[in-house]
DNA sequence: ACCATGATCCGCT
DNA sequence: GCGGATCATGGTT
């Protein structure tokens, strides 16, 4: 399905079917692709959803017609992204949680944990060192020489993206900085595992959080709520 | 006061 | 390794 079909369909339909989808950011250090493997639908009949209480400074790209990004800040530290989609005037968007990384691997080590001198976190990982001196990091060495630990949550991937603000919420996915790409194949619907969102006070049951079944990359809460 | 979070620490297996 | 507790830290309402 075309990435545009795909942005003009409602936050529930959208959210399945922008797993597998390639995720593009344009950076001065290269391009980095990724491809999402975890998505939460939210909409303005839902409580949990920032759009629930009407539009806002903060919340105005989400009732934008589908294909914007939607970018907050919260727990006075993170920020996440969404892709708006469906109509102008309806406040809906599907938030992006996890990706596996693909290409420009080392900019995002970079991005999440900086740049380092001499051999880089990402060369670490590929030679498996076990260096644990590297910038005085000692007992968490392994986690962050984990390339599945890049983008397996919403500030994660964010992180990984290089967003450090608010900038691009509501700019278009035009290609000149973020932007989609379709699935090569559509998933089957047996690949496709709904659950309860996660983190959110409001609407627990509801299962519109989607991700793809058995990928490794998806956030670690699974156990949680995997039927 | 409340967060659509992540990193760390700590006790347990 | 894993799960629960804790905390960092600031915009939004």
Redesign the pocket.
Known sequence: MKIQEILTKSSLEAAPLLLGCYLYRKLPDGILKLKIVET?A?HQDDP????F?GM????AP?FEEGGRL?V???????Y?V?IVVGQKGVGE?V?LRAAEPLEGIEVMFNN?YGPVQGPTLYNLYNQHITDTNVRG?T??IS??TDIK?LA??????T?ALGITD?SLSGKMLNGSSIWLEAAKEPLKASDIVASP??????ATQMPWRFYIKDNQFV??YN??HDG
């Open positions: 939460e939210y949990a959803s920032h759009s209480r806002t400074t903060r919340t989400m939607y907050y800040f919260t727990y006075g530290m993170h996440c969404n968007a938030l999440r990091l007992s968490h986690g962050i630990n397996n949550g919403p500030a994660k991937l992180q608010t969102r996660i983190g959110i006070k409001e956030s670690k156990k949680n």
